[in-house]
């Protein structure tokens, strides 16, 4: 089957590569030029797409990587994974509206366009579909399918491979239903069917707003334990043995990455924009997750006070940078805010995270170092914001004068946990 990706990012990539691994004939497209030219040349920027996987549908001839529209020509099915960031609060679909014009240049009759960028309940019909009509003259439902199927995407998880992770499907009829289906069946062990765009679309948000608002359940329980004298680390596991009715979730120094932040707030301004009702929980759920990075510095300062020390002038480390265990991605990442508030008080501070590629330095608001004995040592504090694996813990606990553990994974008289 001819196949275009359009996006070749987190989402795009994998999905690409999967496809032309089980047999399809994969383009790769791409606005970003340098990003296309990494993967013609067999480099993926992306941990859980390895090089040689990358390599090998590219000498297959299964997979090629292009900026240039006109190699989307003769697709038999499309499928959009281009970002849905939020500006000011307000969803910003122009990804999505101009990747639509372009695939409606090169539609033909019966061909497919699957939409998988997360967004409000009914785009796919209401935006999306419109757009590829008007583009190409096509009916959609007649001469033209389309339909939805939310990513599922989590970077550096073991435990649930991209193909291993049930994938729902949606069309805007049965027969674009049909054609989903078929062509993520030969990709997915599972896909789960369901009536309609809009349920998939209100599903992918239900599935990110239960992680987002039980996520900020812990980080407010957190800041109202340290001060009554709990361990709320202590107090999470022992509610985790409870074996129903219950879910375990940690606290942290706030949420990042590109679902969470974001795709909550999707459904908040639909809900807003059409029934003129909030999304109270994902409104306060925001409200205190954006507040945490405050909390880990107002932390820091307590600790600083006890030792007859101050923020200002200190030297500080931070430890875990991206915004997920294992990640590469700093996108909406806590730890800048941190940084920025600490040098505010006056602090000197730096930032080490072996996980990050080189080239995403410019992303950083402060000097990026190695997480050395060295440096460890000659800092005043330690603040372990993701403790990603590539860590040496012991070490780390061995030479830090201070650390404040937001994850739990050290102790000791040197430590403070969040």
Aim: hydrophobic fraction near 40%.
């Amino acid at each position: 089957m001819q196949t275009v990706v359009a996006g070749q990012g987190y989402v795009g990539l994998p999905l690409a590569v999967r496809a032309a691994e089980v047999g399809h004939h994969v383009v790769g497209y791409d606005v970003d030029t340098h990003r296309v030219q990494q993967l013609a040349a067999g480099q993926s920027y992306m941990a859980d797409v390895d090089s040689s996987r990358l390599r090998a549908v590219l000498d297959s001839g299964t997979y090629s990587a292009t900026a240039d529209a006109a190699a989307l020509a003769g697709f038999d099915i499309a499928v959009i994974t281009v970002p849905t960031p939020l500006r000011d609060g307000v969803p910003d679909l122009t990804y999505i509206e101009s990747c639509a014009r372009t695939l409606g240049e090169y539609l033909r009759p019966g061909a497919t366009v699957v939409l998988e960028s997360t967004t409000y309940p009914g785009t796919t019909e209401e935006l999306l579909l419109p757009i590829l009509e008007k583009t190409s003259g096509l009916n959609g439902g007649v001469d033209l399918l389309a339909g939805f199927s939310p990513e599922r995407i989590a970077p550096g998880n073991k435990r649930w491979s991209f193909d291993g992770t049930p994938k729902l499907v949606s069309g805007i009829n049965d027969e674009s239903l049909d054609a989903i289906k078929g062509f993520y069946d030969s990709i997915f062990q599972t896909t789960v069917p369901v009536s309609g765009t809009k349920v998939a679309e209100m599903a992918k948000l239900i599935e990110n707003s239960f992680r987002f608002v039980n996520i900020s359940m812990v980080n407010e329980m957190a800041m109202l334990a340290a001060p009554l004298g709990v361990n709320i680390w202590e107090a999470i596991d022992a509610a985790a043995t409870k074996p129903f009715g219950f879910t375990r979730f940690t606290p942290g120094p706030g949420v990042g990455g590109h679902c969470l932040p974001v795709d909550p707030m999707f459904l908040s301004w639909k809900a807003q924009q059409e029934l003129g009702i909030p999304f109270r929980f994902a409104e306060l759920a925001a409200d205190v997750n954006r507040h945490m990075p405050d909390y880990v510095v107002r932390r820091l300062v307590e600790a600083f006070d006890k030792r007859g020390m101050t923020v200002k002038g200190s030297r500080i480390l931070l430890l875990g940078l991206t915004y997920k265990y294992n990640a590469t991605d700093l996108r909406n990442s806590p730890s800048p805010r941190v940084a920025e508030l600490l040098i505010n008080l006056g602090a000197t501070v730096r930032g080490a995270d072996p996980n990050i590629p080189d080239g995403d330095d410019i992303k950083l608001n402060v000097p990026r170092v190695d997480a050395s004995p060295e440096e460890i040592t000659a800092s005043d504090a330690v603040v372990l914001l993701m403790d990603h694996t590539r860590f040496d813990l012991a070490m780390i606990q061995k030479y830090a004068t201070y650390v404040l553990d937001c994850r739990n994974r050290l102790s000791g008289a040197n430590v403070e946990t969040l």
